[in-house]
């Protein structure tokens, strides 16, 4: 079943569940958590919610404590110190140090005003006949097929293109788009292994290579049709004059790509999953086309893309009544705050009407994801279009998950259109 289940951490004794809360290391985890982590989160919370670990970090496991950190300045998005030993002098430490995400003000607020403006609903609304042609065509050639890979054929498509679109980006040479973004987030796992490093790194050069040629010809009036992001990246400044250089700009370009393309590919191929082993949450969308803005929410909380998110504490603070020293990593579970049943009622249950529905899939406070409304617009697009046009669909073969801990999702869902 695909369905993540938290019923055999019910059924130990209480002496039992503690000690397995108290033993839990993220850096030695193994395929049952990386096929199911709910269970263990359901144990970290009700018995060690504020949960130090072998190497001296601490791991948050409550929608209260990891929304406060959210919100919190003291905790840090900057990775040096953390990412120095994982990675040396290395394109993998390069580009994670330089990319939106991983950095605080003031690159943060620089780099985040230059795509303020890509990003607004307004903006997205004129390109959303794109979207609609782009999943309609990929639907034509899955009904001439009679089904598809939900992953490789259709979730995994719409963003590469998206954001291809958005930088510019020739479709003739969008073909490697996928792989360096999967091998650069890959090396994001707690405890990735050498060949996952080699690879990318391999991965982050290849793609800076291609990026300042694609930026160098874009200089000569060679640019792609749409390309609006990489426009306003190249021409527009900060109030002070400023303006991204070469390595900010270009790491912040695969940055765009590997957060546009991970986050929605899991949100469509989860929640595809997902309605397939809830069959009355499908009925029910099915029925109520209109259900489907929220039902992506519930997606988006019931098998969070992103489950794992990081912070550096910079000066003694208290979380949840604890109080953690200056300098200590917080890893925040953002998979196990959304199962919180101290925030959401029968956490583990499917409610595509789930409300009020205040998930952290996005994080929160000034580094709250800046493309949350494309993935949610592609989310609705591409699983409302799909209930829309095919009557009926059911898994045909075995799926295979990505195996990874930070995100979660698959590298392949097979389904076949009409009935079992």
């Known amino acids: 079943m695909v369905a993540a289940s938290t019923a055999w951490a019910t059924e130990l004794s209480e002496r039992e569940a503690r000690e397995r809360a108290q033993a839990f290391d993220l850096r030695r985890i193994d395929a049952d958590f990386l096929e199911n982590p709910y269970p263990t989160y359901h144990l970290l919370r009700a018995y060690d919610p504020i949960h130090r670990q072998p190497d001296g970090s601490v791991f948050l496991t409550r929608w209260d404590d990891v929304n406060a950190v959210y919100r919190d300045r003291r905790f840090s998005s900057d990775k040096k110190v953390e990412f120095k030993p994982k990675y040396g002098d290395s394109p993998l430490y390069l580009h994670h ?30 390109l959303e006949p794109r979207f609609h042609e782009m999943v309609d065509a990929m639907l034509d050639v899955a009904e001439a097929r009679g089904g598809m ?40 796992e707690p405890v990735p292994s050498q060949e996952a490093l080699d690879w990318g790194n391999r991965s982050v050069t290849e793609f800076s290579d291609y990026l300042a040629f694609h930026i160098d010809r874009t200089g000569k009036g ?43 590919t899991n949100l469509i191929g989860n929640g595809i999953a997902a309605l397939l082993e809830h069959p009355d949450q499908m009925a029910r969308l099915r029925a109520e086309p209109k259900l489907i803005a929220s039902a992506v929410e519930e997606f988006l909380r019931f098998e969070s893309s992103n489950q794992l998110g990081n912070r550096r504490l910079l000066e003694d603070a208290e979380i949840g009544g604890e109080r953690l020293e200056a300098g ?36 929160g406070g000034i580094h709250a994801c800046a493309g949350m409304t494309l993935a949610r617009l592609e989310g609705k697009i591409a699983i409302g279009k799909l209930l829309q046009r095919v009557p009926a669909f059911h898994r045909c073969g075995p799926y295979r998950r990505g195996g990874r801990a930070r995100f979660r999702g698959f590298l392949s869902y097979p389904i076949a259109f009409g009935r079992a």
């Open 328 to 363: 200590t990593l917080v890893t925040l579970g953002i998979g196990a705050a959304n199962r919180d049943p101290a925030q959401f009622p029968e956490p583990d249950r499917l409610d595509i009407a789930r409300s009020p529905n205040r998930h952290l899939a996005f994080g």
């Open 149 to 188: 890979d939900v992953i490789t054929d259709y979730a995994a498509g719409l963003p590469v293109q998206i954001i291809g679109d958005m930088l510019g980006i020739p479709v003739s040479e969008r073909g490697p788009l996928r792989d360096w973004s999967l091998a650069i987030l890959g090396a994001l």
């Open 222 to 264: 060679k640019l792609a049709e749409g390309g609006e992001v990489l426009s306003m990246l190249l021409a527009e400044e900060t109030e002070s004059g400023e303006r991204l250089s070469e390595v900010e700009l270009i790491q912040n370009c695969i940055f765009l790509l590997n957060a546009g393309h991970e986050t929605t």
């Open 97 to 126: 140090t330089t990319s939106l995400v991983f950095n605080d003000p003031p690159l943060h607020t620089r780099v985040r005003k230059l795509l303020g403006p890509a990003f607004t609903p307004r903006a997205l609304k004129l």
